[in-house]
């Protein structure tokens, strides 16, 4: 091979890039987050029922809380009345935090997992720090 | 014709992956087999091509130049555009891989007279900057390679900070939840206009093939499909992440009812990584190979010496001389050595 030796570092360069996850994930122990519901307010509930459904929430919970921000903020619109007709205060920490008062056991398990930066905190505290105040 | 079957292909190669997974419940072959195969076709299929290429001998010293040579010293040396050592190519390369220097130069001509008042009769070629491409295939490359790196957060587990940083800035301006990353838009506005742009100029239709097309329309199907799956036909990205995490640790899992739009995503882009180092897109890697760029030009200054010369027998004087010396000082012929 003519300038073997540069075309085989440039490969040895290209192969490592393209294995980059395989390397990084070598000896590493991958957990699957699991997620914890049994804060005492919901064990208290009868219907352990979120404002919508659960697969609702999973998938646009994200897009929910964008909206009550907007109708809250924007609008001064405070009751969001669900899918069923039933109607909810619109709040992140009386109505959301209330029931979800486990931030790290909860919304932080996946969000740590996905890389996924939330600005909630940016302005709302979290019931831990609720509690400090 | 080539767009005809571009499209066809691509839409069959939905079609075999949505009655795969949805019919036949062949989970497993799309979700693992396929892309393990994808990537080791991949990095084998580049390796093969560049030593393909690493054996072939460049006879000449043959770098594209288009600036003052390296010459006496009160000449300027455009050392860029006609690097004279190892350090100017790399300049030169870098320029030309990470911003498309030369594409940069394009140009565009039409036949016409460049001011109708004074040349009634008269045409001739006019030349005219032409960016659009550069521009077009700059911004394309940069967003594809941003994407790639963004989508290592479901590779890795504690994901790499200066990931973060980029997922950060494509992120920038916050729009919606999930947050729309600018080169989403960006990849399918740019494939878009190159797509268009094969389709409406005569000339670069003439010469566009499938294999034009067919990368082009793969393309859009990944960045189509993964940006329903991100913004529309929401999955659960969750199990999406244990997925990718199982295959790169090598203990592969198959989660629960993941969406068929994820395996679609999935299979293009497994399609693409097969299809990479048997098509035009191996110039990744051609980009670093080709002689006219790769080389300086300083055949002027260091003799280049074609690898498949054979070795030339000479006969030196002082080798002629050491033949011939008792006949030459017999015949009076002057010697070099007594």
Redesign the interface.
């Known amino acids: 091979?003519?300038?073997?030796s540069k075309?085989i570092a440039?490969?040895i360069i290209?192969?490592a890039l393209?294995?980059?996850?395989?390397l990084?994930?070598i000896g590493?122990v991958?957990a699957?987050?699991e997620l914890k519901i049994d804060t005492p307010v919901i064990e208290q509930l009868k219907e352990k029922e979120c404002v919508e459904s659960e697969e609702f929430m999973?998938?646009?919970h994200?897009?929910l809380?964008?909206r009550w921000r907007d109708m809250a903020v924007r609008d001064g619109e405070r009751v969001y009345v669900n899918s069923k007709g039933e109607k909810y205060e619109i709040s992140l920490q009386n109505t959301c935090l209330k029931c979800h008062s486990n931030k790290k056991e909860f919304c932080d398990k996946?969000h740590n997992?996905?890389?996924?930066?939330t600005?909630c905190w940016d302005c709302h505290l979290t019931s831990e720090e609720k509690q400090k105040t | 014709m080539g767009i005809l079957f571009s499209l066809f292909t691509v839409i069959s190669l939905i079609l075999i992956v949505y009655s795969g997974v949805k019919l036949a419940n062949l989970h497993l072959l799309f979700g693992v087999l396929i892309p393990y195969m994808a990537?080791i076709t991949?990095?084998i299929g580049?390796?093969y091509r560049?030593?393909k290429w690493?054996?072939?001998?460049?006879p000449f010293c043959i770098p594209t130049t288009c600036g003052q040579q390296e010459s006496l010293p009160w000449i300027k040396q455009d050392k860029l555009e006609n690097p004279s050592n190892t350090l100017g190519v790399i300049g030169r390369m870098a320029l030309e891989v990470l911003f498309f220097r030369s594409l940069f130069r394009n140009l565009k001509f039409e036949v016409g007279a460049a001011n109708p008042a004074e040349m009634k009769n008269e045409s001739r070629v006019i030349y005219s900057s032409d960016k659009w491409l550069w521009l077009s295939g700059l911004v394309f490359h940069w967003s594809f390679l941003i994407i790639l790196l963004r989508h290592?957060?479901f590779?890795?587990?504690q994901?790499p900070s200066l990931?973060?940083l980029l997922?950060?800035l494509d992120s920038w301006f916050?729009i919606?939840?999930?947050h729309f990353y600018a080169t989403d838009l960006v990849i399918l506005l740019s494939v878009t206009y190159l797509f268009i742009r094969r389709v409406i100029i005569p000339q670069v239709r003439y010469i566009s093939l499938a294999a034009d097309y067919f990368p082009l329309l793969l393309i859009l199907g990944i960045a189509v499909t993964g940006i329903l799956m991100r913004y529309f036909s929401?999955v659960?990205?969750?199990d999406v992440?244990?997925l990718t995490?199982?295959l790169?640790?090598?203990r592969p899992v198959i989660p629960e009812g993941l969406g068929i739009i994820f395996y679609i995503h999935l299979f293009l882009v497994c399609t693409l990584f097969i299809y990479f180092p048997f098509s035009k897109l191996v110039h990744m890697?051609g980009v670093?190979?080709s002689p006219t760029r790769n080389l300086a030009n300083n055949s002027r200054i260091q003799r280049y010496v074609n690898?498949w010369n054979y070795d030339v027998k000479v006969h030196k004087y002082s080798e002629y001389e050491e033949e011939f010396r008792e006949k030459m000082k017999k015949a009076g012929i002057p010697v070099e050595k007594g």
Do not use: W
């Open positions: 091979m003519y300038n073997g075309i440039g490969l290209f192969v393209a294995t980059f996850p395989f990084y994930n590493k991958n699957k987050p999973k998938a646009k994200m897009q809380l964008n996946c997992y996905m890389s996924v930066k600005h | 990537l991949f990095i580049i390796i560049v030593v690493g054996l072939s001998p460049v290592l957060r590779f890795t587990e994901v990931m973060r997922e950060g916050q919606g939840l999930p929401r659960d990205i969750v992440k244990i995490i199982g790169v640790s090598f890697a670093f190979m690898p």
